[in-house]
T-cell receptor, first 111, second 116 residues
Framework: GEDVEQSLFLSVREGDSSVINCTYT??????LYWYKQEPGAGLQLLTYIFSNMDMKQDQRLTVLLNKKDKHLSLRIADTQTGDSAIYFC???????????FGTGTRLQVTL | GAVVSQHPSWVICKSGTSVKIECRSL??????MFWYRQFPKQSLMLMAT?????????EQGVEKDKFLINHASLTLSTLTVTSAHPEDSSFYIC????????????FGDGTRLSIL
């Protein structure tokens, strides 16, 4: 089945850009999502990209998709302390109706 | 838009009791709802998928008699943890999707269940 991996931790300074990376194994993945989870809360949908796209930009967020390498990234420009959270990538593969989640990356923003 | 409400947000109960958690889509019709379990510092584990008016599809290893799922309407799904024990203590999160698989899932705020 699909395997989705992320690095566990990223620390950046306020005002810098953050880049969170995600790799997946199934080349038939069709829809790829980024979610944010704050402590004790559910998941907030940040953005998503379809497999026929290479890039999507939404205000401070930029998603890049490299289908050849099966690599997805989320760039947050001008990172703020309020961006501190756990970020999950999630992938829909083939005709499956369910999401496969990555392991989550904890983003720490320091002053 | 796309708001999912989950209730209660936190529940503590004695071992052996049953606990019901509700998941509602407030501003859209959810043809499919999902129930996840999340252990501390871990990712989400899908427990089951439910379509309105149909029996839920459980993931391997999830006991259907233990975790009863009902999806009686397009805006409400419930998860009942029957005869709960301390090992059932966890963070349970629901999500809802309107339409086909090209639509995103929207998540509730989760329910923290503690069994004493």
């Amino acid at each position: 089945g699909e395997d989705v991996e992320q690095s566990l931790f990223l620390s950046v300074r306020e005002g810098d850009s953050s880049v969170i990376n995600c790799t997946y194994t199934d080349s038939s993945s069709t829809y790829l999502y980024w979610y944010k989870q704050e402590p004790g809360a559910g998941l907030q949908l940040l953005t998503y990209i379809f497999s026929n796209m290479d890039m999507k930009q939404d205000q401070r967020l930029t998603v890049l998709l490299n289908k050849k390498d099966k690599h997805l990234s989320l760039r947050i420009a001008d990172t703020q302390t309020g961006d501190s959270a756990i970020y999950f990538c999630a992938v829909v593969t083939g005709t499956a109706s369910k999401l496969t989640f990555g392991t989550g990356t904890r983003l720490q923003v320091t002053l | 838009g796309a708001v999912v409400s989950q209730h209660p947000s936190w529940v503590i109960c004695k071992s052996g009791t049953s606990v019901k958690i509700e998941c509602r889509s407030l501003d859209f019709q959810a043809t499919t709802m999902f129930w996840y379990r999340q252990f501390p510092k871990q990712s989400l584990m899908l427990m089951a998928t439910s379509n309105e008016g149909s029996k839920a599809t459980y993931e391997q290893g999830v006991e259907k008699d233990k975790f009863l799922i009902n999806h009686a309407s397009l805006t409400l799904s419930t998860l009942t943890v029957t005869s709960a024990h301390p090992e059932d203590s966890s963070f349970y999160i629901c999500s809802a999707r309107q339409g086909a698989i090209n639509q995103p899932q929207h998540f509730g705020d989760g329910t923290r269940l503690s069994i004493l």
